[in-house]
């Protein structure tokens, strides 16, 4: 049942249709207390398709007042860890039944393939919340021998630690992964036994605000999970700033993740920050050109660029630059384009105007700074934000282009002679998200990871992710990491109990 949107589930367009979203807290689906609201926009072609709440500074102190309850609350704060499990292996299988339509909403607020984002955004997405869920029956603390120093020698002591859920969780998430950036952080939050008000970015909350219906059927308390929709400056500032929130998860620029970091130790709250990248990938004269350029296509161009970890910095061996460059040059002139609703576009719109604008920023200043443009550069001659698939060349490193974060389609590609000059150009750099090497000699890569200043190092891929493995920054990147244990653990408060016996 196609209409002219592209839109193919009833549940989509009944869901868009509604226009005036509302935002969930305390179990109730409410406006912002003063109406304020903000326009959703249709990047793939411009046009206003619906607004939501911007949530104000009482807004969020009724959000945190609730999340604080349900916290106090016996429903979830003495709920059984196998209950917990069980809550989240349900919303798993919602977000499942559902996932057509949660990729769909993502094509028409975000601009990205909804196919694209079946598999990697909903599809990540609700392994995670599987995965997490079975974290919930494995919380566990330690039990010691202790010594107490000071203690009578026939005294006996007996001591335990226990782990206990952090609190009240902010979680502040930007536009490019709405939906799966939602999972990493409530799935943790939720297996650990915290309560959440998850404030998605103001470009792309449908999709968080539809995984709120789908918390509501699966039945968890009220006020477990709050999401209040709103900007950064008003809503996000006002929900970090509060001292009712004990634990505040960020992932977007480092400039806010800064400025969240600061605000957070005026309340001790604890954080974890997912931040920028300018992320270097190495091929080494070894690697086979074909591959080096398919891979160094997949990291750049997925979802538009518009990835911390892309690979938009190329570092290739000048013995294979040339062929690396022009078989780069076929793959990204090949990209269809269009919107996210459109099965055969590959590359659909940046997220909005602003986004555009600051990416064509960038290339003009590539182009003044003396890079060689070796495809794209422009926008596409039609209505919608949709930027070129664009690659420059350069024997310098020190360009703007190739130093800052640009977060869309653009690639710089830059030739060097021996492996230990790559390393370090690929290291200078204030981020360290991510990076990648291409090679077949193993023994050489196994003594370049260790050098690599990165969270994490991907050997013949980029951008690999799996639940179970950490993700995060190194330098200002960030502070912390998502997914895996590690996730669960910065959810967690470690109580030391002492007990004479
Ligand atoms: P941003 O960092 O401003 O937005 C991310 C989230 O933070 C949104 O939910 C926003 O509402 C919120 N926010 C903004 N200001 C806030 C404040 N003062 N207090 C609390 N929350 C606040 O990112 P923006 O402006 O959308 O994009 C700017 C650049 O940031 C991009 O071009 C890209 O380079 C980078 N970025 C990096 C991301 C990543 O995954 N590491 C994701 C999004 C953006
Ligand atoms: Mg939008």
């Known amino acids: 049942m196609a209409n002219k949107t592209g839109i193919t589930e009833q549940k989509t367009q009944a869901f868009v249709d509604c226009q005036n979203h509302r935002m969930l807290i305390g179990g109730q689906w409410v406006d912002a207390l003063n109406n304020k609201r903000i326009e959703v926009i249709n990047p793939a072609n411009e046009t206003v398709i619906g607004n939501i709440p911007c949530a104000q500074p009482e807004d969020v102190n009724k959000a945190v007042s609730f999340a604080k309850d349900a916290l106090e609350q016996d429903a979830w704060g003495r709920m059984r860890p196998s209950a917990r499990q069980n809550l989240l292996l349900k919303l798993a299988d919602l977000i499942e039944r559902d996932a057509r339509i949660i990729a769909e909403l993502e094509a028409v607020d975000n601009g990205k393939?909804?196919?694209?984002?079946?598999?990697?955004?909903?599809?990540?997405?609700?392994?995670?919340?599987?995965?997490?869920?079975?974290?919930?029956?494995?919380?566990?603390?330690?039990?010691?021998?202790?010594?107490?120093?000071?203690?009578?020698?026939?005294?006996?002591?007996?001591?335990?630690?226990?782990?206990?859920?952090?609190?009240?969780?902010?979680a502040i998430i930007p536009w490019n992964f709405p939906f799966l950036m939602a999972c990493w952080k409530i799935a943790p939050a939720l297996a650990a036994g915290c309560t959440v008000i998850l404030k998605p970015a103001e470009q792309t909350s449908l999709s968080a605000l539809y995984l709120?219906?789908?918390?509501?059927?699966?039945?968890?308390?009220?006020?477990?999970?709050?999401?209040?929709?709103?900007?950064?400056?008003?809503?996000?500032?006002?929900?970090?700033?509060?001292?009712?929130?004990?634990?505040?998860?960020?992932?977007?620029?480092?400039?806010?993740?800064?400025?969240?970091?600061?605000?957070?130790?005026?309340?001790?709250?604890?954080?974890t920050l997912e931040l920028g990248g300018k992320s270097p990938m190495i091929v080494l004269k070894d690697c086979d050109?074909?591959?080096?350029?398919?891979?160094?296509?997949?990291?750049?161009?997925?979802?538009?660029?518009?990835?911390?970890?892309?690979?938009?910095?190329?570092?290739?061996?000048?013995?294979?630059?040339?062929?690396?460059?022009?078989?780069?040059?076929?793959?990204?002139?090949?990209?269809?384009?269009?919107?996210?609703?459109?099965?055969?576009?590959?590359?659909?719109?940046?997220?909005?105007?602003?986004?555009?604008?600051?990416?064509?920023?960038?290339?003009?200043?590539?182009?003044?700074?003396?890079?060689?443009?070796?495809?794209?550069?422009?926008?596409?001659?039609?209505?919608?934000?949709?930027?070129?698939?664009?690659?420059?060349?350069?024997?310098?490193?020190?360009?703007?282009?190739?130093?800052?974060?640009?977060?869309?389609?653009?690639?710089?590609?830059?030739?060097?002679?021996?492996?230990?000059?790559a390393v370090r150009r690929a290291n200078d750099s204030p981020y360290g998200l991510a990076a990648s090497i291409w090679s077949n000699d193993l023994s050489l890569v196994q003594r370049l990871i260790p050098k690599l200043k990165a969270g994490t190092v991907w050997v013949n891929g980029h951008n690999m992710l799996d639940a179970g493995v950490p993700f995060g920054g190194y330098k200002l990147s960030g502070v912390g990491r998502d997914m895996g244990k590690q996730s669960l653990d910065s959810y967690l408060e470690t109580k030391s109990v002492f007990m004479a016996l």
């Open 212 to 271: 709120g219906q789908l918390i509501e059927e699966v039945g968890f308390p009220a006020g477990v999970v709050n999401i209040i929709t709103g900007d950064g400056q008003t809503t996000g500032s006002a929900l970090t700033k509060h001292p009712g929130i004990n634990k505040i998860s960020f992932t977007g620029s480092t400039q806010v993740g800064q400025m969240i970091g600061r605000a957070a130790m005026d309340n001790m709250a604890r954080v």
């Open 289 to 421: 050109p074909e591959k080096a350029a398919q891979g160094a296509a997949q990291a750049i161009f997925f979802n538009h660029g518009q990835v911390c970890s892309a690979g938009s910095r190329l570092y290739v061996h000048r013995s294979i630059f040339d062929t690396v460059v022009s078989r780069l040059v076929e793959l990204a002139e090949a990209i269809p384009m269009g919107p996210g609703l459109d099965s055969s576009a590959q590359m659909g719109p940046l997220v909005s105007q602003v986004q555009l604008d600051r990416v064509c920023q960038y290339i003009e200043s590539g182009r003044k700074e003396g890079a060689r443009l070796v495809t794209g550069g422009e926008r596409v001659d039609r209505k919608g934000y949709y930027v070129k698939p664009t690659i420059f060349t350069s024997e310098d490193d020190s360009l703007v282009i190739a130093r800052e974060e640009i977060f869309g389609p653009v690639l710089v590609v830059i030739p060097f002679d021996d492996v230990d000059e």
């Open 113 to 170: 393939s909804a196919d694209i984002a079946l598999a990697v955004d909903v599809g990540l997405g609700l392994e995670f919340f599987r995965y997490m869920a079975g974290w919930a029956t494995k919380i566990e603390g330690s039990t010691l021998d202790v010594s107490v120093p000071m203690a009578p020698p026939e005294a006996d002591f007996f001591a335990y630690t226990r782990r206990e859920p952090v609190g009240v969780v902010a």
